[in-house]
């Protein structure tokens, strides 16, 4: 089948650039249509054969894309995949809204149904990076931007959740049945060290108000313990600011400087309400408990007491409490790794295949109620 990849937009490397990766391994024929593409943020992908829409050639918009926010589904709809069977949408926000063809399959692999206009909508209204402007005119489209969220999801065979938490989202929001495949981390990359860990604890975001950073911060301004914190993003001077001398800003870093991080750390500390929390199986891979707020994708990844511990308030004083927990407790680094290894790439690609081997030779008009798919 000649088949389409949608993505929202590439201008940065996180954890939904690492699952497009795998997609365009088994679909390596597959165009991906983006809303834009910054070449110089992901020089890796110069090669691919990607097609930004038009949002693409206006200068500055790169840097400023949050202004043409409520120009995103009107946009999304404009490419053209007249001639493609399946169309496959890899998905935080705007891919699923893509036109498509008459009689050709849509899938959905949904990282979340857009978290600041549903779950997030509040704390993202009030946000320090969004101007004065744009925090006034966002509840004008947060209305029909909901609504046209809801009605593309009408126009999706199938949808596949990263995690049990996002398809409840998908459940309560489009009322949708979805199929879970966990993300995959690459553990013949991320391996434990042969020598000590060091003496730090270390996170790793992007520098925005969601991933809850000034949580950690806080934390260990009153702890003092060495923190590192790897990321990059507009909240950066801000933490800076309010950073004691134990708190080090490494910004953004190669995967083999991020591997070393890793391996190095006494634990990995985790603030955010997430999706499902990539980065903390990576360490987990890496042989290193994680200590994270208890809700979210990370009840389906980490395993306490075995590969790490939750706390259960979302504020510094919880957090404070569970880091002086960690201090009296023993974990196994081989342990840890073992159950980073159920969510290897080679299990996700697997997971992949099997799922699209069905639905696509299942009939058009069987929805995702009818398919039945084991997690590996």
């Not at 996180?14 to 983006?34: D, M, N, S």
């Not at 169309?87 to 063809?101: E, M, N």
Request: with cysteine.
């Amino acid at each position: 089948m000649k088949t389409a990849i949608v993505h929202d937009y590439l201008n940065q490397f996180g954890g939904a650039e690492r699952v497009l990766e795998v997609f365009h391994k088994i679909f390596p024929q597959a165009p991906i249509f983006t809303l834009f593409y910054d070449p110089n943020a992901l020089p890796q992908y110069r090669y691919w054969d990607i097609r930004p829409s038009f949002l693409n050639k206006i200068p500055f918009t790169r840097q400023k894309y949050r202004s043409f926010m409520p120009l995103f589904p009107f946009l999304i709809s404009t490419f053209d995949l007249r001639g493609f069977d399946c169309v496959i949408t890899l998905t935080h926000a705007w891919g699923k809204g893509i036109r498509v063809p008459k009689g050709a399959r849509h899938i959905c692999f949904c990282h979340t149904p857009i978290r600041y206009f549903w779950d997030l909508y509040d704390e993202y209204r009030h946000s320090r990076h969004l101007s004065p402007v744009m925090q006034a005119a966002l509840p004008l489209f947060a209305g029909p931007i909901r609504r046209w969220d809801v009605n593309t999801s009408k126009s999706v065979e199938g949808f596949i959740a990263v995690s049990h938490t996002v398809a409840d989202r998908i459940k309560r929001i489009y009322n949708r049945e979805a199929v879970i495949i966990n993300p995959p981390v690459d553990t013949s990359f991320f391996v434990p060290a042969e020598s000590d860990h060091g003496d730090y604890f270390l996170t790793v975001a992007r520098l925005k108000e969601y991933k809850k950073v000034d949580i950690i911060t806080e934390a260990f301004n009153h702890l003092g313990l060495p923190l590192k914190i790897i990321g990059s993003g507009e909240l950066l001077e801000s933490f800076r600011k309010s950073a004691r001398s134990n708190i080090e800003f490494v910004g953004a870093v190669s995967d083999e400087e991020l591997r070393v991080y890793y391996q190095r750390c006494r634990a990995f500390v985790f603030a955010a309400n997430e999706d499902f929390g990539l980065v903390a199986l990576e360490a987990q891979a890496c042989g290193r408990p994680v200590i994270a707020y208890g809700k979210g994708g990370l009840l389906e990844t980490v395993v306490e007491p075995d590969t790490g511990l939750f706390y259960k308030e979302q504020s510094a004083p919880s957090l404070i409490d569970a880091i002086k927990k960690f201090e009296k407790m023993d974990f196994s680094p081989d342990k840890i790794r073992q159950n980073a290894l159920r969510f290897d790439t080679a299990v996700f690609e697997k997971n992949i295949r099997g799922y699209f081997n069905g639905a696509l030779s299942a009939s058009k008009s069987k929805s995702n109620e009818g398919l039945s798919f084991a997690e590996k």
